[in-house]
């Protein structure tokens, strides 16, 4: 079984910043691509950051320059800190993780989410 564990999240005003962290746990034997997805009320989830195992980013348009993904491998863990925050950010936070079990194939997880709003 594997737990993705999503923390970090909050309320923050216009121009702060947050720092959302998602650590995986269980029998892993290999993580590929980690990577943040988002959801704001009444639209689809969308993709925020992703990064690989090697270290290789992905961005939205949205959130160039503002946010930074960022991974520590011996620790499982996936970040990303978002700086200059906008109201628009406000969303769900997913963290997703493409990793393989000890003997079996490669599969998609995700956290529960963590809650981003920023309001003043």
């Known amino acids: 079984q594997v737990h993705l564990v999503e923390s970090g999240g909050g309320l923050v005003q216009p121009g702060g910043s947050l720092r959302l962290s998602c650590a995986a746990s269980?029998?892993?034997?290999?993580?590929?691509?980690m990577g943040w997805y988002r959801q704001a009320p009444g639209k689809q989830r969308e993709l925020v950051a992703i990064?690989?195992?090697?270290?290789?980013?992905n961005y939205a348009d949205s959130v160039k320059g503002r946010f930074t993904i960022s991974r520590a491998n011996a620790k499982n863990t996936v970040y990303l800190q978002m700086n200059s925050l906008k109201p628009e950010n406000t969303a769900v936070y997913y963290c997703n993780a493409d990793l393989s079990l000890v003997g079996t194939g490669w599969y998609d997880y995700w956290g529960q989410g963590t809650q981003v709003t920023v309001s003043s």
């Open positions: 269980g029998n892993i034997f290999s993580i590929n691509a």
């Open positions: 990064i690989n195992s090697g270290g290789r980013t």
